[in-house]
């Protein structure tokens, strides 16, 4: 254990020009700027190893840019090494559309859904998208360089401001999070799906209102920064038309407003695939109209409960329920560390690559070439062809790359903080993987952060797999349950190798 050292930086992720909007299967360009969004890193040293941790308002964070964002921080310092420097989004929709360089586009043999509805298509045929984008739009390319310089930045910002600090950690709840998965009479379920159905069951998981919470300060007990971490991706203004930090960045402003204008937020999503912002029982329409079929009611009855979880009013909301939670909790800290024991391990994973089999595959060429010649008469096709057939081309992509390909290796990083263990993974996990390392980890407290690191696709649960539909299709991640369970054990082994031989236990 000794002293330890905390630094912090957070750099605009905002250009100058538009932006192309990512997280939906239609296509969106930003009108303006709702609040900002931005790249939030927060360095700690201690005992002799050091980690970056960094949180950037995106939709994730793929392999190119984690590896450009290392390249040029490399380029900054030589003092860390690159593979400490974890980078995390909070998964907001209203954010920047990014695209490999070429280089790296090139590398990759089996392509997207996109060019196997392309395949598909007659030669006369084309794909065009719903927005023409003009000079006055940031291309995703130019989009994917800008945040890589933008987040080594932050990182090596926050590396070089560094100083004696003191920290505690806390616990709070903020009703935020609610399972997004619908479970029917038959076994199926439905993402967004009808719950004013005589068939509607139950919601298929369960929700998880904690807030882990660290607060780190300076020498003088000045309140530096805080670290969040909640089971909700941040996804309130998913479908709307302009840039935003969706709830985080209400979150932050009020707490800036109440504690301290230089305070940082380190927003760190936890352990969601299977949760939104919105209650499925108590659905409430949204204020204006949306382009999302997902979420359109035949029939929606009125109901008395939050505000329109898809407009501003709801982003409000949950922004000051989170605030307002963490301000309570800060009122009420008592004792302030300045020691910690602090151990940071970065591990590689070979995970088994969810395969499609013969049937699947077969079933989705006829269904695509079926789509197709019933829509022949269509002049190009767009967003909403290639959503309609998005489970089946990538069906089909899945049965070309298993061919030589049956592992999922991903980078995964568990950390001791003092009594605090951090473990990352890069998938859109579904909340019980994350209940699972909770319950059994020896940590006093474990913050569960998703989407780091690599974007893996949905990570769900074998009971949604039996259930289908999206976020629990093939087509929709990398990984099955069977990955999710060695993923959970081999994440609770290297926390608990971390505080073995210590009493855990309440005396």
């Known amino acids: 254990m000794s002293e330890i050292l905390i630094g912090w930086a957070e750099e605009s992720l905002v250009p100058t020009k538009k932006i192309r909007l990512a997280g939906q299967f239609y296509e969106r360009i930003s009108q303006f700027v709702e609040s900002e969004i931005s790249a939030t890193a927060m360095a700690v040293e ?10 950037a308002d995106l939709g994730g ?15 900054l310092t030589d003092e860390l090494a690159p593979e400490k420097l974890i ?9 920047h559309v990014l695209e490999a360089p070429k280089s790296q586009a090139d590398a990759n043999p089996i392509g997207t859904t996109r060019d196997i509805l392309a395949e598909f298509m007659p030669p006369e045929k084309e794909y065009k998208a719903l927005v023409t984008a003009d000079d006055s739009v940031l291309d995703p390319k130019e989009a994917t360089v800008f945040v890589a310089e933008k987040v080594a930045k932050a990182a090596y910002r926050a590396w070089k401001s560094r100083k004696p600090a ?5 616990f709070g709840r903020a009703a935020v999070g609610m399972c997004r998965r619908v479970s029917y009479d038959d076994g199926t379920a439905a993402m967004w799906g009808d719950t004013n159905s005589a068939n509607f069951v139950s919601m298929e998981g369960g929700n998880d209102s904690g807030i882990e919470l660290i607060y780190t300060f300076d020498k003088d007990k000045k309140l530096t920064g805080i670290v969040a971490n909640i089971a909700c991706p941040s996804q309130i ?32 999503g936890g352990a969601a695939g299977d949760q939104c912002p919105r209650d499925l029982v108590r659905w409430v329409e949204p204020e204006t109209p949306i382009d999302d079929p997902h979420v359109i009611r035949p029939l929606p009855l009125r109901r008395k409960a939050d505000p329109s979880m898809f407009d501003i009013s709801g982003c409000n909301r949950a922004g000051k329920r989170i605030a307002n939670e963490i301000i309570s909790v800060y009122e009420e800290i008592g004792e302030l560390k300045s020691e910690a024991v602090f151990s940071h391990k970065v591990l590689k994973m070979d995970l088994p690559l969810r395969k499609a089999t013969k049937t699947d595959y077969e079933k989705s060429v006829r269904e695509i070439e079926y ?9 190009v096709f767009d967003y909403s062809d290639n959503a309609k057939m998005y489970v089946y081309a990538g069906n089909i992509l899945r049965y070309r790359q298993q061919q030589f390909k049956e592992i999922y290796s991903i980078e995964s990083h568990v950390i001791r903080f003092g009594d605090v263990a951090f473990c990352t993974n890069p998938f859109e996990l579904f909340l019980d993987y994350g209940n699972r390392i909770k319950a ?8 569960v952060v998703q989407l780091c690191c690599g974007k893996g696709g949905y990570l769900p649960t074998e009971k949604a797999e039996r259930a289908g539909h999206y976020s629990a299709y093939i087509s929709s991640g990398n990984v099955g349950h069977e990955g ?11 926390i608990n190798a971390m505080f073995e031989g210590e009493d855990i236990y309440t005396k």
């Open 484 to 494: 999710g369970d060695l993923y959970v054990r081999e994440t609770l082994e290297t």
């Open 237 to 268: 203004l998913e479908q709307r038309s302009f840039i935003s930090a969706d709830f985080w960045g209400r979150a932050k402003a009020i707490i800036r407003e109440k504690l301290g204008k230089d305070v940082y937020l380190l927003a760190l």
């Open 371 to 379: 789509y197709v010649q019933k829509n022949a008469d269509k002049p």
């Open 166 to 170: 003191l920290y505690t950690n806390e």
């Open 440 to 447: 059994r980890s020896y940590a006093e407290q474990t913050f």
């Open 46 to 55: 201690a005992d002799g190893e050091q980690m970056i941790m960094v949180s």
């Open 61 to 75: 964070i793929p392999e190119f840019l984690l590896s450009m964002i290392r390249e040029n921080f490399a380029r």
């Open 87 to 95: 980078v995390a989004v909070t998964h907001t929709h209203t954010s």
